[in-house]
């Protein structure tokens, strides 16, 4: 039911201030009358998304297909089934997510108890992006709404099919008078970063993440932003070849064709192992795209000409370095999976994120200088490993900051709820995904409770030698 407390909104046709203004007026109503908070309300908005879910899978299948020729079953597993799944997650454990937590007490207070309640922040906005475009905006709505809060979610305007059906399903299926989609792209966003909110929650490139920090900095809007980054995969010799190649391939081409923020970015293997790693990727990649991966229906389009016409760019600086792949089909935007090997660090293909289907496989002589490499770059949001070798594992945890870790396979740790998913430093900061997405979007009080019991005068002035002395 849509409770209609700014009926001006519905009047304004275009999106600027004045509109977004309205909008967080509605929803900081619906907010402050309590709407949200209720166990009920919780419940009642997921279980909307559950029927969605149960109702809506085509559509949502057919959206992800326009947008990005994302295959069926890659869209089931990698956006649809995850949000399922966060959604079951969160109606299952809501209950004892929201119980306030007891916590010990120091002798300074005796007698006392102390907990801390989860409450919720207020009116959030949630600000996603093109490569995920399901999950990366469902995701996040479903820890906004657990917690407590009403929420705007700002889809990308790249991936337009999905972001319109967010908008229509989101309406249909949710309580609007707290949970409202806003189609739009750079003057929408900034329309609505704006606004005062109580939390953001951003996807993206750390170039807009830094638009959104010092946006939220004016009103002291506390952020999470989920970034990129070049993500790792240092790959040892003493390995299951096979399975670490087919792992590799599944967590970068068959991944939205490496469009993944947690795709595997570069390899970093050792000069005599090389030749053997291309090989076992050159045989898989077959096995799974066939003799003209351009043309397979199983791998997803890059998603606009300008990404196109940027990867296009990258590949050239390095054309005299490709070992596999390289075919471009600029009509139907399409990259074949390819790999430059040894590439100078000082590439673009080095320099920036890749986001896209070229993998570099840069070689050292021991597996152990790949340490400095990783570490002469911005902290990755992912970083991965494939070995055998429990003393490299042990120093690459040790060692390697990153976001998250995968040890002998790619981007499983996102799939993993019980692992805060977030970057550090250039990657981003905060997390979500399980219980994070709970806390994320919460407010964590302490609360100690005092009786009027065994008051001492010890705290009072005056402070007296006799006092003084005890
Ligand atoms: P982007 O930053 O260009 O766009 C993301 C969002 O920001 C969109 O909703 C867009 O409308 C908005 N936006 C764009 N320009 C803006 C501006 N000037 N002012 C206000 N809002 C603006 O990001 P992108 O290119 O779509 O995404 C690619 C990046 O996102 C990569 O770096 C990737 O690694 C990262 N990413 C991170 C995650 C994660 O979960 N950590 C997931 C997916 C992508």
Not at 447 to 467: C, G, H, I, M
Request: one cysteine or more; hydrophobic letters at 40%.
């Amino acid at each position: 039911a849509t409770l209609s407390v700014v009926p001006e909104l519905e009047e304004k046709q275009v999106f600027d201030g004045e509109k977004a203004s309205l909008l967080v007026k509605e929803l900081r109503k619906s907010f402050d009358l309590g709407r949200t908070k209720s166990y009920e309300w919780r419940v009642s908005q997921l279980e909307g998304i559950a029927k969605m879910l149960e109702e809506k899978e085509k559509e949502i299948t057919e959206a992800l297909y326009k947008d990005l020729s994302k295959p069926a079953l890659e869209a089931f597993i990698s956006e649809f089934s995850q949000v399922k799944g966060s959604c079951s997650e969160a109606l299952q454990e809501l209950k004892q997510w929201m119980k306030p937590e007891k916590v010990n007490t120091s002798i300074t207070t005796y007698p006392s108890s102390a907990e801390i309640v989860s409450e919720p922040l207020g009116v959030v906005l949630v600000i996603s992006t093109w490569n995920f475009p399901f999950l990366l905006s469902m995701d996040p709505v479903i820890g906004a709404i657990s917690a407590g809060n009403a929420v705007v979610l700002k889809p990308s305007e790249i991936a337009p099919a999905t972001s319109s059906l967010l908008a229509n399903l989101l309406k249909d299926y949710l309580d609007n008078s707290a949970i409202r989609v806003v189609e739009g792209a750079v003057p929408e966003t900034t329309a609505l970063l704006e606004q005062k909110w109580d939390k953001i929650l951003y996807t993206g490139s750390a170039r807009v993440g830094r638009i959104v920090m010092a946006a939220a900095a004016k009103n002291l809007t506390p952020v999470v932003l989920e970034l990129g980054g070049k993500c790792p995969a240092v790959v040892d010799s003493d390995i299951n070849l096979q399975v670490a190649a087919r792992r590799i391939i599944g967590g970068k081409w068959a991944c939205n064709s490496g469009q993944a923020c947690i795709s595997v970015d570069y390899i970093i293997t050792t000069k005599e192992f090389a030749p053997k790693l291309i090989n076992a990727l050159q045989e898989e990649l077959e096995l799974c795209f066939g003799k003209d991966p351009i043309e397979s229906k199983d791998m997803s389009r890059i998603v606009s000409p300008a990404q196109f016409a940027r990867l296009a760019k990258l590949l050239d600086e390095v054309s005299d370095k490709i070992v596999l792949g390289g075919q471009k089909n600029e009509k139907n935007l399409k990259i074949a999976p390819t790999i430059v090997l040894d590439v100078p660090q000082e590439a673009m293909v080095m320099q920036e994120e890749i986001f896209g289907p070229i993998m570099p496989i840069i070689t050292v002589d021991n597996i152990k200088d790949s340490f400095s490499i990783i570490k002469s770059k911005p902290k990755p949001l992912a970083a991965y490993l494939f070995t055998n070798n429990e003393q490299l594992k042990k120093d690459y945890v040790e060692n390697i900051s990153s976001g998250g870790m995968l040890i002998n396979d790619t981007v499983l740790h996102v799939a993993t709820s019980g692992l805060p998913f977030g970057g550090v430093e250039e990657s981003g900061m905060g997390a979500y995904h399980g219980k994070f997405s709970f806390d994320t979007f919460s407010h964590k009080k302490s609360v100690l409770y005092r009786s009027f019991e065994a008051d001492t005068s010890l705290r009072y002035p005056p402070y007296t030698p006799q006092k003084e002395k005890l």
